[in-house]
């Protein structure tokens, strides 16, 4: 569905009028422009390709530089397709400029973006595994796992055994979130609770109808 | 500024007095209970302030019917109507936390008098 790009910023509070307080992120989005239309006929899918943050054209690479230079567009550093209905691909051309106006206040919608890198982690953190015990004459081992399976009957590990490993830096979508105020002069949105990612990382915020 | 200061000090928007640890305080805040809000006054020494802009909150502590009640406010909510300074005190702290190991007449606070600034919003 239709969205724009944008940069998350950080967290802070809003206070609703009935004093409830509430978590918020900000994030910076947009504004966009758009960078290429795909149709069945030409790429066989719908997706409008949007573009963020001009950069100086001599920070991005010659095939990038060649596709803006073909619409005549400025050059952006992050693209990102949004899958979008036909009619919605009508409404705009390539140049044409998406900001904040496109999401309203109280709108439900989805947030992707990179989560945190936590590098290799242990079973506990990876996977929320209860370790073994301090105490009680526990040796050697106090964060592992235990038991990887059983002996000669299969003679191997199953696939998708929960061990240690990389964690943290994969793309994650937080659905059902709520925009809480649209700040449209400084391209704002403030979502009410958290979204995935380190500050100054790329999200992208999609409506879900 | 960073824009993340800059819209929280936005969502101030209303003036407290300049009181600090130590200080007496009575504050004015409403209650809603299902339908209905009432209004309620809590009475005691603000022993902490912490945070900045509009995540700034403070605690007061009380000794009601022999139980003490610690509360924590946020600043700027809504909620808060109005804070009364009903007594300045002089504390060589910023957090009154070693009141809470005292009893009875150590726990008073010496009394201060400082010149009261307007609405510095700290």
């Known amino acids: 569905m239709l969205g724009l790009i944008g940069k998350k910023i950080g967290m802070t509070r809003a206070f609703y009028e009935s004093g409830d307080s509430i978590p918020v992120t900000l994030i910076q989005a947009g504004p966009c422009t758009v960078t290429q239309l795909k149709s069945i006929d030409t790429d066989g899918y719908i997706t409008i390709q949007l573009g963020f943050n001009e950069v100086k054209d001599n920070k991005l690479n010659k095939p990038l530089l060649g596709h803006f230079k073909k619409n005549k567009l400025n050059s952006f550093k992050f693209l990102k397709e949004f899958k979008v209905e036909n009619k919605v691909l009508k409404k705009y051309k390539s140049g044409s400029v998406l900001n904040t106006s496109i999401f309203k206040v109280n709108e439900i919608v989805k947030v992707t973006g990179t989560s945190k890198g936590k590098g290799f982690a242990g079973v506990m953190k990876r996977h929320k595994f209860h370790g073994k015990n301090m105490t009680h004459g526990t040796h050697e081992s106090f964060r592992g796992g235990g038991s990887i399976g059983q002996c000669a009957t299969p003679s191997r590990v199953f696939r998708g055994k929960k061990m240690s490993g990389h964690m943290g830096n994969q793309t994650v979508t937080v659905k059902n979130l709520t925009i809480f105020k649209i700040d449209k002069e400084r391209n704002l949105i403030f979502i009410k609770g958290a979204i995935p990612g380190h500050r100054n990382s790329i999200v992208t915020i999609r409506k879900i109808k | ?122």
Not at chain 2, 64 to 79: A, C, M, Q
Not at chain 2, 88 to 98: D, I, N, S
């Open chain 2, 1 to 122: 500024m960073d824009i993340l200061q800059i819209v929280g000090n936005e969502g101030i928007n209303k003036e407290v007095p300049d009181f600090r640890q130590g200080d007496t305080i009575k504050v004015h805040f409403t209650i809603h209970e299902m339908e209905k809000t009432r209004k309620q006054l809590f009475q005691g020494i603000v022993i902490q302030k912490r945070g900045n802009g509009i995540n700034k909150t403070f605690t007061v502590r009380k000794i009601s019917h022999g139980i003490v009640v610690e509360k924590i406010f946020p600043l700027y909510s809504p909620l808060i109507k109005k804070i009364e300074i009903v007594q300045q005190g002089q504390v060589r702290r910023a957090k009154l936390f070693y009141l809470r190991k005292l009893r009875g007449k150590s726990t008073k606070v010496k009394r201060a008098k400082r010149t009261q600034s307007k609405n510095t919003n700290n």
